[in-house]
């Protein structure tokens, strides 16, 4: 079954971009049907989606967090990525990178997440 | 964006009791809803998907219904490893938004 990890820095500047990424093994990250998405976690606002790409690059994103987020797709390596940019404390979150079922579809599997902390 | 309302936010219960949890949406979403179960330290894991729909590998005890704005889980006999949280998820229109939670505690 697929299986997903994120990676990246566990500790941000304020201010600075948070950079996350996505490896896909068990399965490829091409598909015309699936997309894959980040979603994060704090104790305060609970879960909230970041965005979803699709392996063609066609990425949305939650209009909260349009203006600083860049989702992107490397098929050659069955990766995909997250830029946050000029991230400040509320930013801190267990993140998580996910595959979607289409047409609305329920999130399938998920990335065990991890930690970012914006902090100085 | 669509709001996802849950109660209750935690609740007691005891091994073999029947647990329903409920989910409102703001506007309607025919039925696309699905459910979760987060224990500590891990991600989310579907367990209903469509309102209805029972992933695979999930327990029978474990049911959703519904449509519309108002949505339920039901745990028919809790099991111990079901002592978790529970949280619900549309993605009827983008950004897909989730409900706050309900934490399913021993009594």
């Known amino acids: 079954q697929v299986q997903l990890q994120e990676s990246g820095p566990g500790l941000v500047k304020p201010s600075q971009t948070l950079s996350l990424t996505c490896t896909v093994s068990?399965?490829?990250?091409?598909?015309?049907?699936?997309?894959w998405s980040w979603i994060r976690q704090t104790a305060g606002k609970g879960l909230e989606w970041i965005g979803r790409?699709?392996?063609?690059?066609?990425?949305t994103y939650n209009p909260s967090l349009k203006s600083r987020v860049t989702l992107s797709v490397d098929t050659s390596k069955n990766q995909f990525s997250l830029k946050l940019t000029s991230v400040t404390a509320t930013d801190t979150a267990v993140y998580y990178c996910?595959?979607?079922?289409?047409?609305?579809?329920?999130?399938?599997?998920w990335g065990q997440g991890t930690l970012v902390t914006v902090s100085s | 964006d669509i709001q996802m309302t849950q109660s209750p936010s935690s609740l007691s219960a005891s091994v073999g009791d029947r647990v329903t949890i409920t989910c409102r949406a703001s506007?309607?979403?025919?039925?696309?809803l699905n459910w979760y179960q987060q224990k500590i330290g891990k991600a989310p894991k579907v367990l209903i998907y469509?309102?209805?729909g029972l992933q695979s590998e999930v327990p029978s005890r474990f049911s959703g219904s519904g449509s519309g704005t108002e949505f339920t889980l039901t745990i028919s006999s809790l099991q111990p490893e079901d002592f978790a949280t529970y949280y619900c998820?549309?993605?009827?229109?983008?950004?897909?938004?989730f409900g706050g939670g309900t934490k399913v505690e021993i009594k």
């Open positions: 996910a595959r979607d079922r289409p047409l609305g579809g329920a999130t399938d599997y």
């Open positions: 068990s399965g490829s990250i091409i598909s015309a049907d699936y997309s």
């Open positions: 790409i699709y392996s063609s690059g066609s990425a």
């Open positions: 506007q309607s979403i025919n039925t696309y």
């Open positions: 469509a309102a209805d």
């Open positions: 998820q549309q993605t009827y229109s983008t950004p897909p938004t």
